[in-house]
C-alpha cells in the first residue's frame, strides 16, 4: 500500500489483489464487478522501479488479474492511498465529485485510479490522453461526459466547456443562445474556481526500500509456497531456464491476462507458476538496419511507446508494420490492459482474436527462443498461429523477444479489425495483410493474408496467396482473391460465436478495404503508372477516429432572488459523491465480515425445460469448510409466493433457475461446492424459448391487454395506401455495476431476520423473506444504505435472492451473505423484454396516418415477475407522441423457457416506441417524405386526449420538438449530410430527430404513495428517512434539498442514513421515475409539519437561531418528528373499458442524432446529438441532466451494440462484459448538447417533472440516424423498397443491411440443414 508496508509471508499464488484487498487488507475502495479485467471497477497503480532505466513506471492495472504473489517488490496505490475525507481528498477526486462524474458511485474508484495513474505520468494530460485513459472503465449511469469533463480539467488547456472547433467559451451565454433569450440559461454545473489546485510534487514518494531491492545485485530466487501450487520468481534469465527446464508445463506467468482468466473461467490448474517479469533480459528495444527487436516482457504499452518512437525516427515507408500495430495497440482491450499484458505473452498465448499476431505474421516477424539448449528463431507464420506443433516453442523454451522488420517502399502491411465495440472488445473479425510488389509495379511478388475470430485459431488465406502471386493488383485479381479467400476460409453455418454470413461477409470486405489502401499507397508512389481509387471510395480507407466527447448543458439559473442558502434548482452535487470518489461509500459488500458468516454459491438449471430426476450433493459436503446444501425442502414457508419459486422443486423452468445453494466458510468452498452438486434431469416437451415458440404453443403469462379508439377496420378501407411490417427489439440486461448482493443476518430471537442488500424495493424483499419464512412481516428488517445502479434490476429480483439468502441464514442459523458473481447475475437475473411487434397501417399520400393496428408481444420468460405491467405500460405508452384517431393497440407476455424478464428503465416504452418510430419512417417512406415531415403531421397539437382517453396539453412536446430541429440545425445537416453521402460511396451518414411523450409513475395510484420520517435533534441537525432508495439517481440529494427548503436551514444540518423497513413501513418501489416526486412531496409534508409546530416558537423570537427554536420547542415539550405523508397521484386505468387518467402527467422530449456509417464492416460513429427535454423546473440540473445523458447512452446501448446471445436450447453465453458490450467512453456522441426547457407542471413537487428514465428513449435516435445512413446506402445500390432496421443496430446488423456486392458473394446457408450457434429470442 501506498505509505503502508503489507508484508505478507503466506502469499497464496492463486490469491488475486483485489480479493486481497478487500478481504484481507479490508480495503473495500476497489470494487469487484466482473473479475476478468473487463470492467475496471478495481483499478489500482502499480509503480515499479527499473533498475536499468533508473526510472519508476506507474501504470493502471485491474487487481482482479493481479496475483498477489507477483506484487513482491512492487508500489501498489489503491483509491484509499489516493486520498480519503478523513485525511485529505485528492484533487482527481473532488473534480470527478464535482463534475458530477459519479452518480451510484461503484464505477468511480477505478475512475479516479485511471486518471490519476495518468497523472502521475503525465501532470497535464492532453483531452485525448485522458480519453484513451478511461477506456478501460465501465460506467453505467454517467454516459461519461461528466467524467472525461472532470479528467480534462487537469489539460493544459482544459477544452471542458468548449463548442467544438469554434473556440469560444460556452459560458459565454449572449454568443450562445440555444433557448429563448428573455430567460436566463445557466451553462455551469459546477465552479472551478472551488477546485484545489494539483501539484504534482505533492504525490507520495516511491518507496526507497523497494529502489534497494530492485538494485540488490544479488538477486536470488524466491519461492511463494501456496496450499496447492508453488509461485517462483527467477534471479535471473539463466534461472528461468532451468526452471523452464525442470518444469516445462508451468505457465510463465507475465501480464496474468491469459493464465488469470483461465483459472478463473475454465479452472485451469498449475502446480508451479514462473514469474520472470522483472528481469531486464526481457525488457529492452535493439534498433538495427533493418529492423526493430523488441524484449518479450515489454507490455503492450511499452510497445505502443517503442513503436512510436521508431516511426517517429524512421521514414514511413520503413515503418508499414509498426504503423499497423499501432492502430490496434489503440483499441486492444483497455489501458490496464495493455499496461498489464506483455508482448511475449501475447504472441505465445495465440488466442484466436489476437489483433498482434495476424499484423506480425503479415510483416515477417520474427521470435528470438531461448532454452537451455540455446536459442532459436521461429517466424511468426499461418503455422505458427494455427497452433501447429513443427512451428511451435518447445515447452522449455521462452520467448526472449520478437524481431519486426522494416518495410520497403514496395511492401505494404495493414491491419483490420471490427468488434461490437470500438476500444476493449475482442474483434468479431480481424485480419492482419501484406503484399510486396516486383520493385516498381503492381506485380504481387509475395502476398499474405492471416484471419482472426474466423476459426478456433487465427488462419492464414494460404492457398490464395499462392494463386495470386504474379498477379497484377488490379479489380479482377480482388475479385478472384474475394473468391479464392471464401473458399480457403470457410466458416460453417453452426460455427461458434454466429454472425457466420457477417463474418464471411467481412473477410472480404477487409479484403476490399486493403485493396483501396494498397491501390492508394501505389499512386501515391507513382501516380501516372498506377490508377487512384475513386474518389467516392477515399473516405473509408480510415477507421473511425476517437475524440474526446464535448458537450454543453443548459438549464434555467435560478431565481437571482432566491436565498443564497435556498438550494432548491441548483446544480448541488450528489450527497454522496466525495464517498464514491474516496472509496468510502459503503456497499453491502464493503461492510464488515461478521462473526460465523457464511457465503453463498448458487447451483444453477442447466437446462430450459426438465424433470429433477435427482440432486446428489455427497461431493459438495465433503469439501471442506461446507456447512450445507440448501435446497426447496428446506424452505419453511412459501418456496412458490406470487408465481416467483425460490429453489426449483421437482423441475426447472430455465437455464439458471437456482436449483439449490450451497453454505461455506468462504465464497471458494462454497462455489467449489457448488461445482460438485450433481443433478440429473429428464427433458420435458416442449421447450419453449423464443417469441415464435410460445406463439405456436399459446403460451402465455396473462390476457391480452388492448386499447382501441375511433374505426380501424372503417379507416383502412379509406386511406391511400397501407403498409404492413414486423419489427423485433431484442432485451438488454441491466449490467448495474454492482451485482446482486444480500447479507442476511438472523437475530436468534423472536425469529427476527435483519437483510443489508442493494434494491429498489426494500418492501418486496420484506414481503418474500416473511413468506418464506412463514412469519411476520414485523420481524424482518430490510435495510437498503446504497446500490450500485438498479435501473429497474434491482425491483423484483432481490426480493428472490433476498428470500433465498434468508432461508439459507435461517437454516444454517448463521449470518449469510450472497453475492452473485457477474456471470451469475447475468445468467440468473434476466433484464429488459425482448420484443415482437405487428402494425398494419393505413396513411394518406401526404403523410397523414389515419389508421394503426398494433401488436405486441414480450418474451416474458418462466415466471409472472412485471411481465403483465410492462405490457400494460407499452400498451398505454405505445402512441408515442403521435395521434392517430383509428388506432388498436394489443399486448401480451409470452410465456417461455428462459429466466424471467423484469423491469426496465422505461419499463416497456423503449420497445414500444421503435415499432411507432419504425411505421412512422415506413409510411415517409412510402410517401417520399422525411420521417420528420410525417412526424410533424401527425403529432400531437393542441390539448388532446389520448388514445386511453386521457387529457392532456402537447405545448412542451411542440417546444420541445421546434426548438430540436432549430437549434441542431436539422434541415441544414440532413442537406449538408445527403452532400457527404453523394461524395462517399462506402460512409454514409444519417441523421434522425425522434419526439418523445413519456409517463412517469403508475396508474395504480396506491403504487404511487409515499411517506417519510423526519426528525429534529437538539443541536438542530435533522434526520430525513423516507420510503425511496437511493441507486445512484441522487434521490437523496434532492430529498436533502426539498427538506433544507422546507425548514430553512442549510443542508449541512441535514442527514439521510438510509431507508429501512423498520423506519418507513410499506413503501412503494423506487421506480418509474418517480422516486422524487412521491418522496419529495411527503418529505415536504414531514417538515411542513414540524415548522408548523415550530411556527408559535419562531414568531416570538425572530431573530433567533434554527438551535435556539429547536431547544425552546423542546423544552415547550413540542414533537420534534413527524411522518409526512403523500397519497400519491390520483391516476386510474379502466382496462375493461379501455379508457383511464392512467398517469399523473408526461415528459416530453426530442433528440436530434446524426452517425457516420462504415457500410463495409458495419461500424458507425455518432457524431452529434442534441437533446431538448421538459423539465419544467429541475430541483436539481446537474442529477437531471445526468439522469438523460446517462439514460441516453444507456439507451443507445440498446438500439446498438448491446447483444444478449441465446443457444437453440436456451443458454445465454453473454455473461460477462467480454461478450456483452455496454457503450464505453469511445462511444458515446463526439458532442452532446442537452437543454432542460422550462414548462409548468404544479401537480409535481415544485413544478418539477420525473426524469430517471425520459433519456433511455431518446436513444433511439441513434437507431434512426443508423436507419437514415443505412437508408442512403441502400438507395444508392437500388434497393428502394421499404426496410426495417431491428434493434440492436448492431454492426453484424448494419453490414447485412448495406447489400452490396460482397454481400451477394458469400456462401448463403440453408436454415433447415443445421443449428445456429445462437439464436433471436424476440
Ligand atoms: C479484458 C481483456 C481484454 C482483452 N482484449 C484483447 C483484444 O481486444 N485484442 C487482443 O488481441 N487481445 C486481447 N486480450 C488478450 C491479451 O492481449 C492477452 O491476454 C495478452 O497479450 C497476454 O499477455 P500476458 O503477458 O498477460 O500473458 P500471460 O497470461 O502472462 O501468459 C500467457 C501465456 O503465454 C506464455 N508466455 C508468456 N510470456 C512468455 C514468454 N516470454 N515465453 C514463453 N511463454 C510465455 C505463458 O506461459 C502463458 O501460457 C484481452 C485480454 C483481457 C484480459
Ligand atoms: S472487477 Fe476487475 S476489471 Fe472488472
Ligand atoms: S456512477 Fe458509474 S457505474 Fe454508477
Known amino acids: ?93 473532488e473534480r470527478l465529485a464535482k463534475c458530477h462524474g459519479t452518480q451510484c458511485g461503484f464505477c468511480s474508484p477505478g475512475m479516479v485510479m485511471s486518471i490519476y495513474t495518468l497523472l502521475r505520468n503525465h501532470p497535464e494530460p492532453t483531452p485525448a490522453q485522458i480519453t484513451e485513459a478511461l477506456g478501460g472503465n465501465l460506467c453505467r449511469c454517467t454516459g461519461y461526459r461528466p467524467i472525461v469533463e472532470s479528467g480534462t480539467t487537469f489539460s493544459a488547456k482544459s477544452t471542458v466547456c468548449q463548442l467544438k472547433g469554434t473556440g469560444k467559451c460556452c459560458m459565454d451565454q449572449e454568443e450562445r443562445s440555444f433557448v429563448d433569450k428573455p430567460r436566463k440559461i445557466c451553462t455551469k454545473l459546477y465552479n472551478e474556481d472551488e477546485f484545489q489546485p494539483f501539484d ?25 509456497q501456496g496450499k496447492r501450487n508453488t509461485w517462483i520468481i527467477p534471479a535471473s534469465l539463466d534461472d528461468v531456464l532451468e526452471l523452464k527446464a525442470n518444469f516445462p508445463k508451468a505457465p510463465l506467468v507475465m501480464g496474468n491476462t491469459v493464465v488469470g482468466p483461465s483459472i478463473k473461467v475454465n479452472d485451469a490448474y498449475y502446480p508451479v507458476f514462473i514469474y520472470p517479469r522483472g528481469l531486464p533480459e526481457l525488457h529492452f528495444v535493439d534498433t538495427t538496419d533493418d529492423g526493430v527487436t523488441i524484449g518479450a516482457g515489454y507490455s503492450l504499452a511499452q510497445l505502443k511507446d517503442a513503436l512510436l518512437f521508431t516511426v517517429s525516427e524512421q521514414p514511413q515507408e520503413k515503418t508499414k508494420t509498426f504503423h499497423a500495430l499501432l492502430k490496434h495497440l489503440r483499441t486492444l482491450a483497455g489501458p490496464q490492459i495493455r499496461n498489464m499484458a506483455t508482448l511475449g505473452g501475447h504472441v505465445v498465448s495465440r488466442p484466436n482474436f489476437s489483433d498482434l499476431n495476424p499484423i506480425l505474421a503479415a510483416g515477417n516477424a520474427i521470435i528470438n527462443l531461448r532454452s537451455k539448449e540455446g536459442e532459436r528463431k521461429i517466424p511468426i507464420n499461418g503455422d505458427f498461429l494455427e497452433k501447429s506443433p513443427e512451428a511451435d516453442l518447445k515447452p522449455e523454451e521462452i520467448v526472449l523477444s520478437v524481431y519486426i522488420p522494416y518495410s520497403t517502399q514496395w511492401d505494404f502491411v495493414w491491419g483490420l479489425r471490427q468488434a461490437q465495440r470500438q476500444e476493449n472488445d475482442f474483434a468479431i473479425v480481424n485480419a492482419g495483410m501484406s503484399v510486396k510488389f516486383e520493385d516498381g509495379t503492381n506485380t504481387i511478388k509475395d502476398l499474405k493474408m492471416f484471419f482472426g475470430s474466423v476459426a478456433p485459431t487465427q488462419v492464414s488465406a494460404t492457398q490464395t496467396c499462392k494463386q495470386l502471386i504474379g498477379r497484377q493488383w488490379d ?39 486493403f485493396y483501396l489502401k494498397v491501390q492508394r499507397g501505389l499512386n501515391k508512389i507513382d501516380p501516372q503508372k498506377f490508377p487512384n481509387i475513386p474518389e467516392k471510395f477515399m473516405s473509408v480507407l480510415e477507421d473511425f477516429p476517437i475524440e474526446t466527447p464535448q458537450g454543453l448543458q443548459m438549464f434555467e439559473c435560478v431565481n437571482p432572488y432566491q436565498l443564497p442558502q435556498d438550494p432548491v434548482g441548483r446544480p448541488v452535487m450528489h450527497q454522496s459523491a466525495i464517498k464514491h470518489t474516496t ?31 435427482s440432486i446428489d450433493t455427497s461431493q459438495a459436503l465433503a469439501i471442506p469448510g461446507v456447512v450445507d446444501v440448501i435446497t426447496a425442502e428446506d424452505v419453511p414457508g412459501d418456496n412458490n409466493h406470487l408465481g416467483e419459486i425460490l429453489y426449483a422443486q421437482d423441475k426447472v423452468i430455465c437455464v439458471g433457475q437456482i436449483v439449490c445453494t450451497v453454505a461455506a466458510d468462504t465464497y471458494a468452498h462454497a462455489k467449489e461446492a457448488a461445482q460438485k452438486v450433481k443433478i440429473a434431469y429428464e427433458d420435458i416437451e416442449p421447450r419453449i424459448i423464443t417469441i415464435e415458440q410460445a406463439l405456436q404453443h399459446n403460451s402465455f403469462l396473462s390476457v391480452e ?82 446500490a450500485g445502479g438498479a435501473f429497474g434490476g434491482k425491483v423484483t429480483k432481490p426480493a428472490l435472492l433476498g428470500a433465498i439468502c434468508a432461508v439459507a441464514a435461517y437454516k444454517t442459523g448463521c449470518p449469510v451473505q450472497f453475492l452473485l458473481e457477474r456471470d451469475s447475475d447475468m445468467l440468473i437475473t434476466a433484464g429488459r423484454h425482448p420484443l415482437y411487434g405487428k402494425y398494419k397501417i393505413g396513411f394518406m399520400n401526404n403523410g397523414e396516418i389515419k389508421a394503426a393496428d398494433v401488436e405486441y408481444y414480450v418474451n416474458g420468460g418462466c415466471t409472472p415477475d412485471e411481465s403483465e405491467m410492462v405490457v400494460e405500460f407499452l400498451v398505454l405508452k405505445s402512441e408515442n407522441a403521435y395521434h392517430i ?5 394489443r399486448g401480451r407476455p409470452c410465456k417461455t423457457n428462459l429466466p424471467s424478464n423484469t423491469s426496465f428503465r422505461g419499463f416497456g416504452f423503449p420497445q414500444a416506441t421503435v415499432v411507432a418510430e419504425t411505421y412512422i419512417t415506413a409510411v415517409a417512406s412510402q410517401c417520399n417524405l422525411l420521417p420528420e415531415e410525417v412526424k410533424e403531421i401527425n403529432m400531437y397539437k393542441t390539448i388532446s386526449k389520448t388514445a386511453y382517453k386521457q387529457t392532456f396539453n402537447p405545448e412542451p412536446l411542440r417546444k420541445c420538438w421546434k426548438e430540436c430541429l432549430e437549434k441542431s440545425s436539422f434541415y441544414a445537416r440532413k442537406v449538408e449530410a445527403e452532400e457527404f453521402n453523394k461524395k462517399n460511396y462506402w460512409k454514409k451518414r444519417g441523421l434522425a430527430t425522434v419526439p418523445m411523450k413519456f409517463s412517469i409513475a403508475t396508474p395504480k395510484a396506491y403504487q404511487n404513495q409515499a411517506a417519510a420520517l423526519v426528525h429534529i435533534y437538539l443541536d438542530g441537525s435533522v434526520l430525513v428517512a423516507h420510503g425511496g432508495c437511493e441507486i445512484g439517481q441522487g434521490l437523496y440529494t434532492k430529498m436533502i434539498q426539498v427538506a433544507s427548503r422546507e425548514l430553512n436551514i442549510p443542508r ?30 411527503a418529505v415536504q409534508n414531514a417538515c411542513q409539519i414540524l415548522m408548523s409546530r415550530l411556527q408559535p416558537v419562531i414568531r416570538r423570537n425572530p431573530k433567533g437561531k434554527w438551535e435556539d427554536w429547536i431547544q425552546t420547542a423542546f423544552q415547550e415539550s413540542i414533537s420534534l418528528s413527524a411522518t409526512g405523508y403523500f397519497k400519491g397521484y390520483q391516476t386510474n386505468m379502466d382496462w375493461e373499458k379501455e379508457e383511464g387518467d392512467a398517469f399523473p402527467y408526461y415528459v416530453y422530449g426530442a433528440a436530434c442524432s446524426e452517425v457516420e456509417v462504415d457500410c463495409l464492416t458495419g461500424a458507425h460513429k455518432l457524431l452529434r446529438t442534441d437533446i431538448f427535454i421538459d423539465a419544467a423546473f429541475s430541483i436539481n440540473p446537474a442529477i437531471d441532466i445526468g439522469q438523460i445523458e446517462g439514460g441516453f447512452v444507456q439507451g443507445m446501448g440498446l438500439y446498438t ?24 467512453v469511445t462511444e458515446i456522441p463526439e458532442e452532446i448538447y442537452v437543454t432542460l426547457v422550462r414548462s409548468r407542471n404544479p401537480i409535481a413537487i415544485y413544478s418539477s417533472k420525473g426524469l430517471g428514465e425520459a433519456g433511455m428513449f431518446l436513444g433511439s435516435s441513434v437507431l434512426f440516424a443508423i436507419n437514415d445512413a443505412v437508408t442512403a446506402a441502400r438507395r444508392e445500390r437500388g434497393l428502394t423498397k421499404t426496410f426495417t432496421l431491428n434493434s440492436p443496430a448492431t454492426p453484424e446488423t448494419i453490414r447485412m443491411s448495406c447489400v452490396d456486392q460482397f454481400t451477394d458473394m458469400i456462401p448463403k446457408d440453408d436454415p433447415s440443414t443445421f443449428t445456429p450457434w445462437s439464436i433471436r429470442v424476440s
Open 200 to 224: 504534482p510534487s505533492q504525490e507520495p514518494i516511491f518507496p526507497p526500500e523497494l529502489i534497494r531491492m530492485a538494485e540488490d545485485p544479488n538477486k536470488r530466487r524466491l519461492t511463494f
Open 885 to 889: 384517431p383509428n388506432f388498436r393497440c
Open 1201 to 1224: 451494440i448491446e447483444e444478449l446471445k441465446y443457444s437453440p436450447d436456451g443458454v445465454l453465453y453473454s455473461r460477462g462484459p467480454d461478450d456483452y458490450k455496454i457503450p464505453t
Open 583 to 613: 472509496g468510502e461509500a459503503v456497499f453491502c459488500d464493503d461492510m464488515p465480515s461478521i462473526a460465523q458468516e457464511l457465503f453463498l454459491a448458487p447451483v444453477t438449471s442447466t437446462r430450459a425445460h426438465a424433470k429433477i430426476m
Open 475 to 513: 479489380d479482377h485479381m480482388l475479385s478472384d482473391a474475394c473468391r479464392l479467400v471464401l473458399e480457403d476460409i470457410y466458416i460453417p453455418p453452426d460455427a461458434k460465436g454466429g454472425m457466420v454470413e457477417y463474418r464471411r461477409t467481412l473477410i472480404i470486405s477487409l479484403l476490399f478495404k
Open 1 to 93: 500500500m501506498q505509505l503502508e508496508t503489507v508484508v505478507e509471508t503466506n502469499a497464496d499464488p492463486e490469491e488475486n489483489l483485489l480479493f486481497y484487498l478487500r478481504k484481507t487488507l479490508y480495503l473495500t475502495g476497489t470494487k469487484y464487478a466482473c473479475g476478468g479485467g473487463g470492467c475496471g471497477a478495481c483499478t489500482v497503480m502499480l509503480s515499479r522501479y527499473d533498475s536499468k532505466t533508473k526510472k519508476i513506471h506507474h501504470s493502471p492495472a485491474t487487481a482482479c488479474l493481479v496475483p498477489v504473489c507477483s506484487l513482491h517488490g512492487t508500489a501498489v496505490t489503491t483509491v484509499e492511498g489516493v486520498g480519503s475525507i478523513k485525511t485529505r481528498v485528492h484533487p482527481v477526486q
Open 705 to 786: 391487454k388492448k386499447i382501441e379508439q375511433g374505426n380501424v377496420e372503417l379507416a383502412f378501407s379509406n386511406v391511400d395506401q397501407i403498409i404492413e411490417g414486423v419489427v423485433h427489439v431484442e432485451g438488454q440486461e441491466h449490467f448495474y455495476m454492482e451485482t446482486q448482493t444480500i447479507l442476511a443476518i438472523p437475530k436468534h430471537e423472536d425469529k427476527e431476520m435483519v437483510l443489508h442488500l442493494g434494491t429498489q424495493y426494500p418492501t418486496h424483499v420484506q414481503e418474500f423473506v416473511a413468506a418464506a419464512l412463514n412469519i411476520p412481516r414485523n420481524r424482518i428488517a430490510c435495510h437498503m444504505k446504497r
Open 1052 to 1081: 449541512s444540518y441535514i442527514h439521510t442514513c438510509e431507508t429501512n423497513t423498520a423506519t418507513v413501513p410499506n413503501a412503494s418501489f423506487t421506480a418509474g421515475s418517480m422516486g422524487t416526486d412521491i418522496n419529495g412531496k
